[in-house]
């Protein structure tokens, strides 16, 4: 079993109806690291918190998604 713990970027712009440029000028986090997390790469804690504070998130867990991958043999 493989558990990935990811920031959903595409599933955040599309309930906001934002694009990844208005995420970037309201968070204040550059467009390429934005990409970076939208392809479901880590994000640190700190960004985490950029975003959610930005989007006026008071729970930034609410932010994360969870995909758990069962591998067959």
Same mark, same amino acid.
């Given at each position: ?6 920031? &959903? =970027?595409?599933? =955040? ?15 204040? =986090? ?28 008071? &729970? ?9 991958? =069962?591998?067959?043999?």
């Amino acid at each position: 079993m493989c558990v990935e713990i990811y920031v &959903d =970027i595409e599933k =955040i712009l599309q309930s906001r109806g934002m694009t990844l440029s208005q995420l970037s000028d309201k968070t204040g =986090i550059d467009k390429g690291n934005l990409s970076r997390i939208k392809s479901k790469k880590p994000i640190t804690f700190k960004t985490l918190n950029k975003i959610a504070s930005a989007l006026g998130e008071e &729970d930034p867990m609410s932010l994360i998604s969870v995909k758990v991958k =069962i591998k067959q043999n």
